[in-house]
């Protein structure tokens, strides 16, 4: 059975609206309250980051067995099991008695991210797209970009006003009203078999499939690629609110900054489309990690001038709205959908294990260092070492945006 268009525009819109509230609560917010949370409960920032790099790792190694759910049960059930997760575990992070209680409902966190962030939405829309998927994928993405702009100063606006635990509260009743019935109503569309999509019809078993692509070298090098590009992109921006206050900045300031970063996301994705249209996978992937390595390295070049380094900001925030483009993309464009959500959760559980460590890891390296300066430096040669080996992973074949009609051009384009 075919899904209607009436269908898969009720399933992109209640994604839209589920992702933008999803990041916001669930990851947007803790880096908004972390100075004062540390504050109010003497708890090192350190420890808070590393709960939520804790539940963020957790969140990758989920992501392979959500994946595998995926292919089979398609995403109403996967989604609104997580909405149910995610309101539970804000509930019991706002109710953290101890480091013990706020690490272990983090971990909760990352399970509920595992079924709510982009990777279930990408892996939704590329099976009920197909070609068409481009748009659709940038149509969420510019919408939830914005997650960061809306959630940031709003959950500083209210830990100042009601603190951080009830503000986690309040985060909690809003993912629970918006997402879940969205998630039950209109995720109905029907779920395409496992088996199909661009290789349908070939005689290859849906595990040869999955073996096939796993073991390429390409495979491989794009995912090292991506793991550096993810490390010092999210680290660059999520730290930032924190390497700014280090240096005096207050902290509604320093979550405008963060804010920024949403709208630098959507101003990058608005021209994916003409990119990825001009562009083969590997030659983006490439420019997209050597434009963000410039930008990071301009965040420490600006950081003294609060007025630069917010307009830095937006750029580097553009770049990484196109490295969520590149993610949700590396593996279709390449390798077709076929057994696309497993593969994707595989191929994204390191990258989501990178972007779970650039929190702690951006503020270890400020702890090693003290100058953010050297740290925005570190971090730019990280996403600078992934363009460069983006370049070895290019397959000897790449698919096409029309790709899933098997149709390809030369890589080496």
């Known amino acids: 059975m075919t899904a209607t268009s009436a269908q898969l525009r009720r399933a992109l819109i209640a994604l839209c609206v589920t992702e933008i509230t999803s990041w916001g609560t669930l990851y947007y917010s803790l880096p908004a309250m972390t100075a004062p949370l540390s504050r109010s409960t003497g708890w090192p920032v350190t420890v808070i980051t590393g709960a939520f790099s804790a539940g963020l790792v957790v969140s990758a190694i989920a992501g392979i067995g959500v994946g595998r759910l995926l292919d089979r049960f398609g995403p109403r059930v996967v989604m609104s099991t997580g909405s149910v997760a995610g309101t539970v575990s804000l509930l019991a992070i706002g109710a953290a008695p101890s480091v013990p209680w706020f690490i272990a409902a983090w971990i909760l966190a990352g399970l509920a991210q595992s079924a709510l962030l982009y990777p279930p939405a990408f892996a939704a829309l590329t099976r009920w797209y197909g070609p068409r998927r481009v748009r659709a994928l940038t149509a969420v993405s510019l919408v939830a970009g914005l997650a960061s702009t809306v959630f940031a100063p709003l959950t500083a606006f209210a830990v100042a006003r009601a603190g951080w635990r009830a503000t986690d509260m309040i985060l909690a009743g809003i993912l629970l009203v918006v997402t879940l019935p969205l998630h039950i109503g209109l995720l109905t569309a029907p779920w395409p078999a496992a088996s199909a999509g661009d290789s349908a019809g070939e005689a290859v078993p849906s595990a040869g499939v999955v073996r096939d692509v796993l073991r390429r070298p390409s495979f491989t090098a794009l995912a090292v690629a991506m793991v550096l590009g993810a490390f010092g992109l999210y680290a660059a921006t999520v730290d930032l609110p924190a390497l700014l206050t280090s240096g005096g900045t207050s902290n509604g ?28 996978a590997t030659a983006r992937t490439c420019a997209i990690l050597g434009v963000g390595a410039v930008t990071v390295a301009g965040l420490g070049l600006a950081t003294p001038v609060i007025p630069a380094v917010l307009a830095v900001t937006i750029l580097a925030g553009a770049a990484r709205g196109n490295y969520t483009l590149i993610q949700a993309t590396a593996v279709s464009d390449r390798w077709g959908t ?20 650039a929190p702690v890891g951006g503020t270890l390296l400020m702890e090693w260092t003290g100058v953010p300066l050297e740290v925005l430096l570190l971090l730019a040669g990280v996403v600078a070492a992934g363009a460069v080996i983006a370049l070895a992973a290019r397959p000897s074949r790449e698919y096409s945006l029309a790709g899933d009609r098997q149709s390809r051009v030369d890589s080496s384009r």
């Open 253 to 280: 300031v320093a979550a405008l900054a963060l804010g920024l970063v949403g709208v630098g996301q959507v101003c990058g994705r608005l021209g994916y489309g003409q990119l990825s249209r001009r562009t083969t």
């Open 338 to 357: 076929r057994m696309f959500g497993t593969i994707n959760g595989i191929f994204l559980a390191p990258v989501t294990a990178a972007i779970a460590l």
